[in-house]
T-cell receptor, first 112, second 113 residues
Framework: DQQVKQNSPSLSVQEGRISILNCDYT??????FLWYKKYPAEGPTFLIS?????DKNEDGRFTVFLNKSAKHLSLHIVPSQPGDSAVYFC???????????FGQGTRLTINP | GAGVSQTPSNKVTEKGKYVELRCDPI?????LYWYRQSLGQGPEFLIY????????DSGLPNDRFFAVRPEGSVSTLKIQRTERGDSAVYLC???????????FGEGSRLTVL
């Protein structure tokens, strides 16, 4: 049972435009959500997070939106840069657990 | 280096053999995690240590998998009687506090022939 789903395996965006990566979840107990970025042959690195008490969190070019009623979150990157090309994972957790549940990932390619 | 170090980076073994994967966390990090990433999937939780003790081992798939962290620093993931389905990248992460940001290593790629 895939509790966190990223339905787009890949996304291609022009440099300078907005990249929007989507993530859906099924477990209503999740109350903390994160995005990780992964380059080839490297481990995932933390990008941005959001608590369920918020619906938006912004950090520079990166903004995460949370829609609890739809059990949906999205990551917006604007403007997109070539260095943003990577695999992006969304992850979720329950406050009482250290366990992160990851989605399958979306490969983002930024075209010059 | 200052990051999480994992060895070996690549391991090829035959079905039925025993394998050990090592993780050296960031100095001073008390929380340590093991995840497994199969091809085309996201990382899947295996086990979490707080200090020397396994606080949550609910992700270990079966009793062929075991992990230790005897001195609260380096951890070893042990896999007995390996099967082809164990082939994956095994990721280790550490954190300075429970619930804090996870810092991942580059992973150990295990291939079982």
């Amino acid at each position: 049972d895939q509790q966190v789903k990223q339905n787009s395996p890949s996304l291609s965006v022009q440099e300078g435009r907005i990249s929007i990566l989507n993530c859906d979840y099924t477990n209503s107990m999740f109350d903390y959500f994160l995005w990780y970025k992964k380059y080839p042959a490297e481990g995932p690195t933390f990008l941005i997070s959001i608590s369920s008490i918020k619906d938006k969190n912004e950090d520079g070019r990166f903004t995460v939106f949370l829609n609890k009623s739809a059990k949906h979150l999205s990551l917006h990157i604007v403007p997109s840069q070539p260095g943003d090309s990577a695999v992006y994972f969304c992850a979720a957790s329950v406050a009482t657990s250290e366990k992160l549940v990851f989605g399958q990932g979306t490969r983002l390619t930024i075209n010059p | 280096g200052a990051g999480v170090s994992q060895t070996p980076s690549n391991k090829v073994t035959e079905k039925g053999k025993y394998v050990e994967l090592r993780c050296d966390p960031i100095s001073g990090h008390t929380a340590l995690y093991w995840y497994r990433q199969s091809l085309g999937q996201g990382p899947e939780f295996l086990i979490y240590f707080q200090g020397t003790g396994a606080a949550d081992d609910s992700g270990l798939p079966n009793d062929r998998f075991f992990a230790v962290r005897p001195e609260g620093s380096v951890s070893t993931l042990k896999i007995q009687r390996t099967e082809r389905g164990d082939s994956a990248v095994y990721l280790c992460a550490s954190s300075s506090i429970s619930g804090g940001e996870l810092f991942f290593g580059e992973g150990s790629r295990l291939t079982v022939l």
